[in-house]
Nanobody, 122 residues
Framework: QVQLVESGGGLVQAGGSLRLSCAAS????????VGWFRQATGKDREFVSA???????AYADSVKGRFTISRDNYQNTVYLQMTSLKPEDTAVYYC????????????????WGQGTQVTVSS
């Protein structure tokens, strides 16, 4: 089992920045790829970014150049640095973990955190 806890969400003005954290515990070595997803009210959950244990990354087109994923393997923590935030980035952000390579389909992730709310005001 892997437990994931997100933090760092909040309210920010458009153009601002936030850094989300995803702290992992448990059998983290069994699920080395961590992804970030988000779900806005009334919309489907969508892929944002992901990173493998050896730092291979992927980003959704909507966040490329604005969001950066990184990880600290010693702290078992994955970060999502979000800059130039837009109102359309408003959503609950979830981190998730899986075995194997990066996938953009949320159904292919085995473990999920409880989510953290990000609200971007215009």
């Amino acid at each position: 089992q892997v437990q994931l806890v997100e933090s760092g969400g909040g309210l920010v003005q458009a153009g601002g920045s936030l850094r989300l954290s995803c702290a992992a515990s448990g059998r983290t070595a069994s699920s080395p790829t961590v992804g970030w997803f988000r779900q806005a009210t009334g919309k489907d959950r969508e892929f944002v970014s992901a990173m493998t244990w050896n730092s291979i990354t992927a980003y959704a087109d909507s966040v490329k150049g604005r969001f950066t994923i990184s990880r600290d393997n010693y702290q078992n923590t994955v970060y999502l640095q979000m800059t130039s935030l837009k109102p359309e980035d408003t959503a609950v952000y979830y981190c998730a973990a899986r075995t194997g390579w990066v996938r953009t389909n949320s159904g292919e992730y085995d473990y999920w955190g409880q989510g953290t709310q990000v609200t971007v005001s215009s």
